[in-house]
């Protein structure tokens, strides 16, 4: 008789982040773009004050009408911020409008260090190598490979919603199908 290991805690985060992920995009809260994370232009003015400074991201996000434009780890972190909270405004980057400052995108130091809460190094890596179709980060090669060809010829959304559905499908770890060399 063959017991099934229990998933870990870490498991199940990264399974709802990638749930989470299939949601925003199917609730149009999420564009798949070559961009990391920005938000929609000029949605979310700011005064530069300590106060503004540190609101939540995720009550903020919550108030966006139009979708954010993001990569695979970036509609990843969104999920992550609005499930998990704890991002303040502060880690955002904002730039000028004319006279009004607005927070404009998320810096992907920022991401990778929120993700790396739930996701290894690795699995970051192949997660955006295939969503880019590009070598990204740093894996091993063969892993890396097989992530540039789980779904290159797909549009980024779709890219998105199969890249999530994997990391679902096998339990909170991107598995790209392995190549075979032979």
Request: net charge positive; charged share 25%.
């Amino acid at each position: 008789m063959t017991t099934k290991k229990p998933l870990s805690v870490k498991a199940k985060k990264r399974i709802l982040i990638a749930k989470d992920t299939l949601k925003w995009l199917a609730a149009n809260k999420l564009f798949a773009s070559g961009t990391y994370f920005s938000f929609p232009p000029n949605s979310i003015p700011t005064d530069n004050s300590d106060k503004d400074l540190n609101k939540d991201l995720n009550k903020v996000l919550k108030k966006t009408n139009e979708p954010c434009e993001v990569c695979a780890i970036g509609g990843m972190f969104y999920s992550m911020v609005r499930r998990y909270k704890g991002v303040k405004l502060y880690e955002c980057n904002a730039e000028y409008t004319g006279l009004n400052l607005y927070f404009s995108y998320i810096d992907p130091d920022v991401i990778y260090h929120g993700l790396r809460k739930y996701f290894s190094a690795v699995q970051i890596s192949l997660i955006e190598s295939a969503f880019e179709v590009a070598v990204i980060g740093s894996a091993e090669y063969y892993r890396i490979q097989e992530a540039i060809e789980f779904a290159p010829c797909e549009s980024r959304t779709t890219r998105l919603e199969l890249i999530m559905e994997n990391i679902v499908k096998n339990k909170g770890t991107f598995n790209p199908p392995k190549i075979n060399y032979d």
